[in-house]
T-cell receptor, first 115, second 111 residues
Framework: EAQVTQNPRYLITVTGKKLTVTCSQN?????MSWYRQDPGLGLRQIYY???????DKGDVPEGYKVSRKEKRNFPLILESPSPNQTSLYFC??????????????FGPGTRLTVL | RKEVEQDPGPFNVPEGATVAFNCTYS??????FFWYRQDCRKEPKLLMS???SGNEDGRFTAQLNRASQYISLLIRDSKLSDSATYLC????????????FGAGTRLFVKA
C-alpha cells in the first residue's frame, strides 16, 4: 500500500529535550516536506527536499533541522524544543513535475506538546 | 497580507446547495495550484488540481485565472459528506518548489 508514515503520532516532551519525528514514504517520491498546522494559521511549510541531500527552508524553519540521506526518509529534528513548537506536524511526499509538485500525499500527523 | 488568501468562512449551506470558494495569491512566481480537503485535523487530501482551462470532477469545478491571480472551487449539489475544510494550495518556484497553503475555508452542509 502506497503511504507516508510518521512516528510518533503523539508526543509530550519538555523544553530543551532533543527529539526526532520520523517520516518515511514508499512511493519513490523525489519531493518531501514538513508542515506545521496551528489554529488560525493553517499549514506552514518548515523544510522541504527536492531529492537526496537537497533540502531547503520553507516559511518557518527556525528551531528545526532536517536531513535527507535516503530517498524514502525525511526526519524532522528539534534540537531544543520550546513551547511555541507545540503543534500538529505533517510530513508529505510527491513526485516532481515540470511546473512543481504533483499531488502531495500526507502522513497521518504528529501531535507534539512541549511543556 | 498573506501570500495565499481564502474566504474565511464558515459557510453553512443546506444539502443540494451550490457553494463557491475563492482564493487569491500574490506571488507571480506561483506555478501550480491545487484544492485539498481536510477533515477534522486529519491529513489533507487532494481534491483537485487547478488549470487555466478549468477542470471538472463530478460535482466539483475548479478554475484558475492567472491574470487576476485568482483560484476558485465550485461545489454543486452539496452533500452532508462535503462538510470539511477546503485548502487552497500554491506551489511557488524559488529555485526549489515552496508550498504555500491558504488558511482554509470551513464548510458545513446541513440536512
Amino acid at each position: 500500500e502506497a503511504q507516508v508514515t510518521q512516528n510518533p503520532r503523539y508526543l509530550i516532551t519538555v523544553t530543551g529535550k532533543k527529539l526526532t519525528v520520523t517520516c518515511s514514504q514508499n512511493m519513490n517520491h523525489e519531493y518531501m516536506s514538513w508542515y506545521r498546522q496551528d489554529p488560525g494559521l493553517g499549514l506552514r511549510q518548515i523544510y522541504y527536499s527536492m531529492n537526496v541531500e537537497v533540502t531547503d527552508k520553507g516559511d518557518v524553519p527556525e528551531g528545526y533541522k532536517v536531513s535527507r540521506k535516503e530517498k524514502r526518509n525525511f526526519p524532522l529534528i528539534l534540537e531544543s524544543p520550546s513551547p511555541n513548537q507545540t503543534s500538529l506536524y505533517f510530513c508529505a511526499s510527491s513526485l516532481l513535475i515540470k511546473q512543481g509538485t504533483d499531488t502531495q500525499y500526507f502522513g497521518p500527523g504528529t501531535r507534539l506538546t512541549v511543556l | 497580507r498573506k501570500e495565499v488568501e481564502q474566504d474565511p468562512g464558515p459557510f453553512n449551506v443546506p444539502e443540494g446547495a451550490t457553494v463557491a470558494f475563492n482564493c487569491t495569491y500574490s506571488n507571480s512566481a506561483s506555478q501550480s495550484f491545487f484544492w485539498y480537503r481536510q477533515d477534522c485535523r486529519k491529513e489533507p487530501k487532494l481534491l483537485m488540481s487547478v488549470y487555466s482551462s478549468g477542470n471538472e470532477d463530478g460535482r466539483f469545478t475548479a478554475q484558475l485565472n492567472r491574470a487576476s491571480q485568482y483560484i476558485s472551487l465550485l461545489i454543486r449539489d452539496s452533500k452532508l459528506s462535503d462538510s470539511a475544510t477546503y485548502l487552497c494550495v500554491v506551489i511557488r518556484n524559488t529555485g526549489g518548489f515552496k508550498t504555500i497553503f491558504g488558511a482554509g475555508t470551513r464548510l458545513f452542509v446541513k440536512a
